[in-house]
């Protein structure tokens, strides 16, 4: 420490800090060294500015622009409006909890969804029944089955509407084919959410609680002409649900579908 003031080295040692982004803060203007000696170049800081280098943490920890800190400095940036600072830090670090405990959410019922997929046959060939709990599923209206780029596109802006709805989103999702007349079907695909849908009810399909038969069918395999055969052999199917089929090992080289058969005589209240 050199006159009451601290190298670079010093602050970047006390705050657990790399020397790189004290010089990185220098060069977007929000922390300028107290001191640069003119021969040696090296960098001093003061006591002070120890405490902004603390505020600057923060921002990084809230994912806060560090462009913004400027906004709450007079035009020396000597003087930082901290009750301004702390307010604005205050809510992007409630809107950072509600992400966590939205990733949270999303984690478990990805959790589930693979403990549930180990107890079935990943045969086509082999049906087999679960019992569900009631899912919401919100949905957007689709002219036909998507082909797989398009069923991705088709996601993003699901997860968009979601997120602007304020929607917590389960790791489910998927195609709806659904009976919609006497040989009409209309296909959507969807996202499962998790919290209660009080607006948008346009958008979401309640499938109620009940136990429901399901197969496994790879990608390739989806047959438009077969699924509406399935419609016409049974008039109490209303819905066949195409989910995502994963299990505990991830293989970037296939994808399958867990097929869903949803009729009038499978549902039962909770």
């Known amino acids: 420490m050199k006159e009451n003031l601290f190298t670079i080295g010093e602050v970047a040692k006390i705050k657990q800090i790399h020397p790189k982004s004290l010089r990185y803060y220098e060069s977007i203007g929000i922390l300028t060294p107290a001191k640069i000696d003119p021969k040696t170049k090296y960098r001093y800081y003061t006591q002070q500015q120890l405490d902004l280098v603390g505020l600057i943490q923060l921002c990084v920890d809230l994912d806060i622009p560090l462009k913004l800190l400027k906004q709450f400095s007079d035009e020396t940036g000597n003087n930082i409006a901290l009750a301004q600072l702390f307010a604005y830090s205050k809510a992007a670090a409630e809107m950072k909890i509600n992400k966590l405990q939205q990733s949270l959410a999303y984690l478990d019922s990805f959790e589930e969804e693979l403990q549930q997929n180990q107890a079935l046959q990943p045969t086509a060939e082999q049906f087999s029944q679960k019992q569900e709990q009631q899912k919401q599923y919100y949905c957007v209206k689709l002219p036909g089955f998507p082909s797989i780029t398009n069923y991705w596109l088709n996601f993003q802006t699901l997860q968009a509407e979601l997120a602007q709805f304020g929607f917590t989103k389960s790791y489910e999702n998927g195609i709806i084919m659904r009976r919609e007349g006497e040989q009409t079907y209309g296909y959507y695909q969807f996202i499962e959410i998790l919290t209660a849908a009080e607006h948008q009810q346009e958008n979401i399909f309640i499938i109620p609680a009940g136990t429901y038969t399901g197969r496994i069918i790879a990608e390739t395999?989806?047959?438009?002409?077969?699924?509406?055969?399935?419609?016409?052999?049974?008039?109490?199917?209303?819905?066949?649900?195409?989910?995502?089929?994963?299990?505990?090992?991830?293989?970037?080289?296939?994808?399958?579908?867990?097929?869903?058969?949803?009729?009038?005589?499978?549902?039962?209240?909770?």
């Not at 209303?238 to 299990?247: A, D, G, N, R």
């Open 221 to 270: 395999a989806v047959n438009e002409a077969e699924n509406q055969q399935f419609f016409e052999q049974d008039p109490q199917l209303e819905l066949l649900v195409f989910t995502e089929y994963v299990l505990g090992v991830f293989n970037i080289e296939s994808f399958s579908f867990k097929m869903k058969f949803i009729r009038k005589h499978d549902e039962k209240s909770s």
